[in-house]
């Protein structure tokens, strides 16, 4: 079931179970995560408010969902405290540190290999 224009319009939440708009339509005071996150803000908590619905190849419905926020709800951004600072400066330490030979290899080790990629092709690092 693909979703028309007239599918994805439903302001007043009958078909939906909340108000639905089309891509790019929704009213003024709804953002969704990203757009409330550029402004520095969060749901802080807030039910979702609305949706928006598009065609989508990619999704198995083939619908895809935006959800929406109250802007006038939202809340500040919390900042980043000293502790989670580090954690996350830890936890990015052991994603580029690969479990086979211990290096720091400067970027993401790739989760397909599991570690470096000179320890996953060590025939191909000799050849070179």
Do not use: N
Request: proline share 10%; hydrophobic share 35%; charged share 25%.
């Amino acid at each position: 079931m693909s979703p028309t224009f007239g599918k994805c319009y439903d302001p007043t939440g009958v078909l939906h179970g909340i108000p639905t708009f089309p891509w790019k339509y929704a009213p003024d005071g709804y953002a969704t995560r990203r757009q409330l996150r550029a402004r520095g803000l969060r749901p802080g908590g807030q039910p979702v408010a609305a949706q928006l619905m598009r065609r989508s190849r990619r999704r198995k419905a083939g619908v895809a969902v935006a959800f929406l926020y109250r802007i006038e709800l939202a809340e500040p951004v919390r900042p980043m405290t000293l502790a989670k600072r580090a954690a996350l400066a830890k936890a990015m330490t052991a994603r580029r540190t690969c479990p086979a030979c211990r290096v720091d290899v400067g970027y993401c080790i790739p989760t397909s290999l599991g570690m470096c990629p000179g320890c996953a092709y060590p025939e191909e690092q000799r050849a070179a």
